[in-house]
């Protein structure tokens, strides 16, 4: 079965800063790739997700690439603020849907210092 | 914004007995997901549900699991006796195509 690793487990970054979290992943038939956002006593809330017919995707400062040949992808915040720490997760599905089961990755906490 | 609900947030048993985690998923939503974390570990996959039957179980979701949704608005997910490892946060997830999760209801199994 399909098998997500993520890297870094902790981040720390100044405000301001960029904050890059990558992950890999085993299933060379996943095709949706989101990432969700987990803020204390929260679920995981999506932030952005990345579909294997699209190399990238930006919301205003976050952005997601994927690599299929070698199977990673990666969130890039920009201009990081302190709300933006949380722990961030990423996930990958097989299929050309966004439904069913998703798979995750181990977490990044990420802190931003004011 | 519509959202998840679960209910309870805290549950305390003690091993053996039985538990239901309740769950209110947005209304127009088809698909149906238990997920669980046990502490320091990833989000893992349970269950899905569509169409009023499980679409899809992970090699967790044991004889010991049952999913239900008894009216048009609760998706439950009963443990019929508890064991200690047990014990993780349990986050339902609804669907039309993202899934959206809701806070979780954190189970401790004693």
């Known amino acids: 079965g399909e098998n997500v690793e993520q890297h870094p487990s902790t981040l720390s970054v100044q405000e301001g800063d960029s904050a890059v979290i990558k992950c890999t992943y085993s299933?060379?038939?996943?095709?949706?790739f989101p990432w969700y956002k987990q803020e204390l006593g929260k679920g995981p809330q999506l932030i952005i997700d990345?579909?294997?017919?699209?190399g990238e995707k930006k919301d205003q400062r976050i952005a997601v690439t994927l690599n299929k040949t070698a199977k990673h992808f990666s969130l890039h915040i920009t201009e990081t603020q302190p709300e933006d720490s949380a722990v961030y997760f990423c996930?990958?599905?097989?299929?050309?849907?966004?439904?069913?089961?998703?798979?995750f990755g181990q977490g990044t906490i990420l802190t931003v210092h004011p | 914004e519509p959202e998840v609900t679960q209910t309870p947030s805290h549950q305390v048993t003690q091993m053996g007995q039985e538990v239901i985690l309740r769950c209110v998923p947005i209304?127009?939503?088809?698909?149906f997901y238990w997920y669980r974390q046990i502490l320091g570990q990833k989000v893992e996959f349970l269950v899905s549900?569509?169409?009023?039957?499980?679409?899809?179980k992970s090699e967790i979701f044991d004889d010991q699991f049952s999913v239900e949704r008894p009216d048009g608005s609760n998706f439950t997910l009963k443990i019929r006796s508890t064991k200690l490892e047990d014990s993780a946060m349990y986050f339902c997830?609804?669907?039309?195509?993202?899934?959206?999760f809701g806070p979780g209801t954190r189970l401790l199994v004693l």
């Open positions: 209304s127009n939503h088809l698909y």
């Open positions: 997830a609804s669907s039309v195509e993202t899934q959206y």
């Open positions: 996930a990958a599905k097989a299929g050309r849907t966004s439904y069913g089961k998703l798979t």
């Open positions: 990345i579909r294997s017919n699209v």
């Open positions: 549900f569509y169409n009023n039957e499980i679409s899809e």
């Open positions: 299933d060379s038939a996943s095709n949706y």
